[in-house]
T-cell receptor, first 119, second 109 residues
């Protein structure tokens, strides 16, 4: 089956620094990738949709200048948290959609997540 | 906007019991519904995907049903085991995934 990886799995950084999280589709090409954020004991909230070769589409309330998304190839999307603050500490999960998926958002494959802790 | 609610938020049962997790959603115009399992600090494991034209799906001890008209889905777990302890998320699939808040299940040996 389709596999999505994330790197790193866990990162701790100081307030004010930037952190990059990678999301890779290992055995398929993903024209679309999604980034989610999950706070403790809460559900996953979609942050942005990333399409290869074009600008990401951000959900309402998500700062595009703070959460920079780059989908430079069909197998890699990156999320950079710029000038991170303690309130950005969260679990970030990406997913990738195969190009054979139908009109719906199904056939998404989820990565294992990245735990970000900002001190 | 689609809103997805899961009840109960937490559930604790003795090993061997059958149990039902509930998921309700406000907009019935969906493509599919998917149930996931999430272990602490981990990503999502897909359990069952129900297409909008289907009413249920089964996999081993798991059975998920979907009633689009009433905006409800249930996940039935038979003969629960301690290894079933996890958070269970339902996701309603339209033009994007809309996740519920999850049910935290603890199965006591």
């Amino acid at each position: 089956g389709a596999v999505v990886s994330q790197h790193p799995s866990r990162v701790i950084c100081k307030s004010g620094t930037s952190v990059k999280i990678e999301c890779r589709s290992l055995d398929f090409q993903a024209t679309t990738m999604f980034w989610y954020r999950q706070f403790p004991k809460q559900s996953l909230m979609l942050m942005a949709t990333s399409n290869e070769g074009s600008k990401a589409t951000y959900e309402q309330g998500v700062e595009k200048d703070k959460f920079l998304i780059n989908h430079a190839s069909l197998t890699l999307s990156t999320l950079t948290v710029t000038s991170a603050h303690p309130e950005d500490s969260s679990f970030y999960i990406c997913s990738a959609k195969t190009p054979f998926a139908g009109a719906g958002a199904d056939t998404q494959y989820f990565g294992p997540g990245t735990r970000l802790t900002v001190l | 906007k689609q809103e997805v609610t899961q009840i109960p938020a937490a559930l604790s049962v003795p090993e061997g019991e059958n149990l039902v997790l509930n998921c309700s959603f406000t907009d019935s115009a969906i493509y599919n519904l998917q149930w996931f399992r999430q272990d602490p600090g981990k990503g999502l494991t897909s359990l069952l995907l129900i297409q909008s034209s289907q009413r249920e799906q089964t996999s081993g001890r798991l059975n998920a049903s979907l009633d689009k008209s009433s905006g409800r889905s249930t996940l039935y777990i038979a003969a629960s085991q301690p290894g079933d302890s996890a958070t269970y998320l339902c996701a309603v699939i339209g033009n994007q995934f809309y996740f519920g808040t999850g049910t935290s299940l603890t199965v006591i040996p």
